[in-house]
């Protein structure tokens, strides 16, 4: 079965790091553009940030860059979200997502109807 699976989530204190990981099971994860995804408490999805299928562009939102890094490891088939000096308010359920075209997993809204993966989220809670 083709599918994305996050993992790596977790309790942090604020200003620690965590890294998340997209792992693709059943599919060439080196054929897609990855976007990492969050849904904190009570709100919309929003757009972390993103890397083009080449590798050759990365994207992020304005206001995680700086903190925030998206890698890949084509080897083992997985996306990395490095996520250093967190805040409270990173608090969330988080996402990867995998498209062949990079604008919809560049988005900064719910793309979950408009690619073919979607991951099923881990939790990142970010607490003293």
Avoid: H
Avoid at 15 to 27: H, K, P, T
Avoid at 69 to 82: H, P, W
Avoid at 103 to 127: K, Q
């Amino acid at each position: 079965q083709e599918q994305l699976v996050e993992s790596g989530g977790g309790l942090v204190q604020p200003g620690g790091s965590l890294r998340l990981s997209c792992e693709a099971i059943g599919f060439n994860l080196e054929d897609y553009s990855i976007g990492w995804f969050r849904q904190a408490p009570g709100k919309e999805y929003e757009g972390v940030g993103c890397i083009s299928r080449n590798d050759i562009s990365t994207y992020y939102k304005e206001s995680l860059k700086g903190r925030f890094t998206i890698s890949r490891d084509s080897a083992k088939n997985t996306v990395y979200l490095q996520m250093n000096n967190l805040k409270p308010e990173d608090t969330g359920n988080y996402y990867c997502a995998a498209d062949r075209s990079i604008g919809f997993v560049c988005a900064d809204y719910d793309v979950r109807s408009e690619v073919p993966y979607w991951g099923i989220g881990t939790l990142v809670t970010v607490s003293s």
